[in-house]
C-alpha cells in the first residue's frame, strides 16, 4: 500500500527535521539544533539505514513540490528554502553511502546551491609572485613565509587571555552598532571540537558556546578573525537573531535543524567573514593586534613589524580560493593527500603543518570549503552590489540578511519566488 503523500508545509517542516537528526546518526559532522532534546535523544537510539532516509527524502521533495502555500510569497519561499534543503542532505546521504556526484561542480552545486570559479595555477602564481615582494629572506617562498609568520604565534599560555579580550572588544563593537537582546552571551571554552580551529555552538535562546581548539596554532591575526567570525557579529549573533526571527515570530520549525550542508552554509560563513571586516576596518586591526595582542602575547618587540604583517595576511586572504582546487582535486582528480598538500603549500602558500590540517577539514566537509570565500563573495554582493554603501547601513544589511531568508536557490527548482 503507498503512503500518503504529505503536502501540508508545516507537517513538511517537521520531517525535515526529524530526518536530519536521524541523517546525522550516520554523519560524524557536527550540526545545530535547538528543538525537542527528548525527540533528538529518542532519534539516536533510532538509526534507520541511510537506503531508507534516501527515499524519505526523496518523499519530502516530492510532498514540498505538491504542497498547496498560502499563496504569500513567505510560503513560497519557504518551500523553496525547504526544497533546497531536502536536496542537499539527499546529496549528502548518498556520499555517506560513498557515491558521489560526477563532478566537484556537481556536489557544490547539489549542496549549496551554488557555482564558485574555478581558478588555475597562474592565478595563483601572479599572487604569490606579488607577496614574495613582502616577505624577508631568500629561499623558497612556503618556507620564507612559514619562517615569517611563526614569529607571529601566540605563545599556548596567553592564547585563553588574548581571545577572552577579543571576544570582549568585539562584543562592544557589535553592540554600538546592532540593537542585541540584553540577555544573549557566549562561554568561551578552550577545547577542541571536530575538525575546526574554533566552532561556535548554539544553545538556543541568545545563548553559544564558543570552542576554541587548544591543539591548533594561533597566529596573531587569529583573535580578530575568530572572535568575530565565531561570535560577534558572527554565527552566535546570527543564530541569535535567525531564532527570534524564523522560530519565535514566523513559526518556521525547520530552522530548529542547522546542519552543514545546504545554501543557508552559504550564507552563515559568508557572512561570518564579512563580520570581520564590518567589525575592524584595516587600520583598526592593525593598531588593536599592535596595541592589545601584541603586547598579551609578549610579542611587543614585533609592533614595528605588524604592518608587513598585516600585508601578508592581506595576500593569503586571496590566495584562500587554493583549498577549494585543493578539494577539487584531492577529492575528484584522483590527487594523493601529499600531492594535495603540496598544492597548498605551493599555491596557497601555506605551512606544511596549516596545509595538512587544511586538508584534514576538507576529508571531513568536502566541498564546503567553498563556503567561506565564496560565501564571503555572495554576502558581499548581497550587501553592498555596486553602491559603496556608508558603515551604518552596511551593518543594517546585515542584520537584514541574518533576519530574512535570503540565500542561494538552485535556478533548477522552479517556484522561487521574489525575495520576501
Do not use: C
Given at each position: 500500500m503507498?503512503?500518503?503523500?504529505?503536502?501540508?508545509?508545516?507537517?513538511?517542516?517537521?520531517?525535515?527535521?526529524?530526518?536530519?537528526?536521524?541523517?546525522?546518526?550516520?554523519?560524524?559532522?557536527?550540526?545545530?539544533?535547538?528543538?525537542?532534546?527528548?525527540?533528538?535523544?529518542?532519534?539516536?537510539?533510532?538509526?534507520?539505514?541511510?537506503?531508507?532516509?534516501?527515499?524519505?527524502?526523496?518523499q519530502l521533495r516530492e510532498g514540498l513540490e505538491a504542497a498547496v502555500v498560502s499563496g504569500s510569497e513567505g510560503d513560497a519561499y519557504r518551500r523553496a528554502l525547504l526544497a533546497d534543503?531536502?536536496?542537499?542532505?539527499?546529496?549528502?546521504?548518498?556520499?555517506?553511502?560513498?557515491?558521489?556526484?560526477?563532478?566537484?561542480?556537481?556536489e557544490v552545486e547539489a549542496l549549496y546551491s551554488v557555482s564558485p570559479p574555478e581558478l588555475g595555477e597562474d592565478h595563483f602564481r601572479a599572487l604569490a609572485g606579488e607577496l614574495a615582494e613582502i616577505i624577508p629572506g631568500s629561499g623558497p617562498l612556503p618556507e620564507r613565509m612559514s619562517a615569517?609568520?611563526?614569529?607571529?604565534?601566540?605563545?599556548?599560555?596567553h592564547v585563553e587571555r588574548v581571545v577572552a579580550a577579543t571576544l570582549d572588544e568585539a562584543r562592544k563593537r557589535t553592540r554600538a552598532n546592532m540593537d542585541l537582546p540584553e540577555d544573549e552571551g557566549i562561554t568561551l571554552l578552550m577545547n577542541n571540537f571536530g575538525a575546526f580551529g574554533a566552532f561556535a555552538e548554539y544553545l538556543g535562546k541568545g545563548r553559544t558556546n564558543v570552542h576554541f581548539s587548544t591543539t591548533m596554532l594561533f597566529h596573531v591575526d587569529r583573535a580578530v578573525e575568530l572572535a568575530t567570525h565565531e561570535a560577534y557579529p558572527g554565527h552566535h549573533i546570527q543564530a541569535t537573531l535567525l531564532e527570534a526571527e524564523?522560530?519565535?515570530?514566523?513559526?518556521?520549525?525547520?530552522?530548529?535543524?542547522?546542519?552543514?550542508?545546504?545554501?543557508?552554509?552559504?550564507?552563515a560563513e559568508g557572512a561570518a567573514n564579512y563580520g570581520v571586516g564590518l567589525s575592524f576596518t584595516r587600520t583598526e586591526r592593525i593598531d588593536y593586534d599592535r596595541d592589545v595582542v601584541l603586547p598579551m602575547a609578549g610579542l611587543m618587540h614585533l609592533a614595528p613589524e605588524i604592518e608587513s604583517y598585516h600585508r601578508y595576511v592581506d595576500y593569503v586572504e586571496r590566495l584562500?580560493?587554493?583549498?577549494?582546487?585543493?578539494?577539487?582535486?584531492?577529492?575528484?582528480?584522483?590527487?594523493?593527500?601529499?600531492?594535495?598538500?603540496?598544492?597548498l603549500?605551493?599555491?596557497?602558500?601555506?605551512?606544511?603543518?596549516?596545509?595538512?590540517?587544511?586538508?584534514?577539514?576538507?576529508?571531513?566537509?568536502?566541498?564546503?570549503?567553498?563556503?567561506?570565500?565564496?560565501?564571503l563573495d555572495w554576502v558581499t554582493e548581497q550587501i553592498e552590489g555596486?553602491?559603496?554603501?556608508?558603515?551604518?547601513?552596511?551593518?543594517?544589511?546585515?542584520?537584514?540578511?541574518?533576519?530574512?531568508?535570503?540565500?542561494?536557490?538552485?535556478?533548477?527548482?522552479?517556484?522561487?519566488?521574489?525575495?520576501?
Open positions: 503507498s503512503v500518503p503523500l504529505e503536502t501540508d508545509l508545516g507537517k513538511l517542516a517537521e520531517d525535515y527535521v526529524s530526518l536530519a537528526l536521524h541523517l546525522h546518526n550516520h554523519d560524524p559532522n557536527p550540526y545545530i539544533f535547538i528543538g525537542d532534546k527528548a525527540q533528538q535523544a529518542v532519534i539516536k537510539d533510532d538509526k534507520r539505514p541511510l537506503v531508507e532516509l534516501e527515499g524519505a527524502f526523496g534543503r531536502a536536496d542537499a542532505l539527499l546529496t549528502r546521504a548518498a556520499l555517506l553511502q560513498g557515491r558521489m556526484p560526477r563532478t566537484f561542480e556537481a615569517f609568520r611563526d614569529r607571529f604565534l601566540v605563545p599556548p599560555e524564523m522560530l519565535d515570530k514566523r513559526g518556521w520549525h525547520e530552522w530548529e535543524m542547522l546542519p552543514l550542508f545546504g545554501a543557508h552554509t552559504i550564507v584562500n580560493f587554493a583549498r577549494n582546487e585543493a578539494a577539487r582535486r584531492f577529492l575528484y582528480l584522483g590527487w594523493s593527500r601529499e600531492g594535495a598538500v603540496n598544492w603549500v605551493e599555491f596557497g602558500l601555506e605551512t606544511r603543518a596549516i596545509a595538512e590540517m587544511r586538508l584534514n577539514i576538507i576529508e571531513a566537509i568536502r566541498s564546503y570549503v567553498i563556503t567561506y570565500n565564496y560565501g555596486d553602491e559603496t554603501p556608508d558603515t551604518a547601513l552596511r551593518w543594517q544589511r546585515l542584520r537584514a540578511l541574518f533576519e530574512t531568508p535570503v540565500m542561494p536557490v538552485r535556478a533548477h527548482w522552479n517556484m522561487v519566488p521574489r525575495r520576501p
